[in-house]
């Protein structure tokens, strides 16, 4: 039975904007990785340099934008049929941060994609309430000098602020944006992989290896 409609011109091209690792591309020459628990305040100028962080941000975004307009529900939808394009656009959401944070070029360690997380959500079902919650959740992760906390903390702002505007029926849309969010820290949790951001190097040593983690 069919549960939906797709449109293959926007979905292929989303699914290649999402699905795709950005730490790919990655040039390995210029880019050095850090643990996002470290003090960060000397290299946020050369982390907010790196520009494919941008380009992660703008790809999530197009990406979410496409996946929304190549969905759409079957004319007078009945049982799983009502659910089937939030379960399809929440699971390929999900998956794309997965692959986002699993594959990374430090060994041992997990990608902190948090430019990705935002473009995932200011693009998705409700652009205002991202908005509002990236507005709450950045500042509380920067005060607290736990800048992993982020992605559970938007998570949380995330669904609490879709209630507060728009009551619960906006709930179950907005969950899958939330966990797909907080896939990062729980990745690092249960495999016990310290979270990794890249950033410009200020310069290179002659071998071009990246910079250790301590």
């Known amino acids: 039975?069919?549960?939906?409609?797709?449109?293959w011109l926007k979905f292929i091209p989303a699914l290649v904007l999402l699905l795709t690792p950005g730490t790919?591309?990655?040039?390995?020459?210029?880019?050095?990785?850090?643990?996002?628990?470290?003090?960060?305040?000397?290299h946020w100028p050369r982390i907010l340099a790196h520009g494919l962080h941008a380009i992660d941000l703008g790809r999530a975004a197009l990406?979410?934008?496409?996946?929304?307009?190549?969905?759409?529900?079957?004319?007078?939808?009945?049982?799983?049929?009502?659910y089937a394009v939030l379960f399809t656009q929440g699971s390929i959401r999900i998956l794309a941060?997965?692959?986002?944070?699993?594959?990374?070029?430090?060994?041992?360690?997990?990608?902190?994609?948090?430019?990705?997380?935002?473009g995932l959500l200011l693009a998705g079902i409700s652009p205002l309430v991202a908005v509002f919650a990236c507005a709450l959740a950045i500042p509380l992760a920067m005060g607290a000098?736990?800048?992993?906390?982020?992605?559970?903390?938007?998570?949380?702002?995330?669904?609490?602020?879709?209630?507060?505007?728009?009551?619960k029926g906006v709930v179950l849309s907005l969950g899958f944006g939330a966990v797909a969010?907080?896939?990062?820290?729980?990745?690092?949790?249960?495999?016990?992989?310290?979270?990794?951001?890249?950033?410009?190097?200020?310069r290179l040593p002659e071998d071009h290896r990246p910079e250790p983690l301590r």
């Open 97 to 118: 941060v997965f692959l986002q944070t699993a594959i990374c070029k430090e060994p041992g360690h997990a990608n902190a994609p948090f430019a990705f997380v935002l």
């Open 24 to 42: 790919l591309f990655y040039p390995s020459k210029k880019v050095r990785y850090r643990e996002v628990s470290r003090d960060w305040d000397e």
């Open 1 to 7: 039975m069919q549960y939906l409609t797709i449109d």
């Open 145 to 167: 000098r736990a800048p992993a906390a982020f992605f559970p903390l938007l998570g949380l702002a995330h669904l609490a602020i879709g209630f507060l505007f728009k009551g």
């Open 181 to 202: 969010v907080t896939v990062p820290l729980v990745w690092s949790v249960l495999f016990r992989r310290d979270l990794v951001i890249g950033y410009r190097a200020k």
């Open 63 to 82: 990406g979410t934008w496409l996946l929304i307009e190549s969905l759409q529900t079957v004319p007078h939808p009945l049982g799983f049929a009502k």
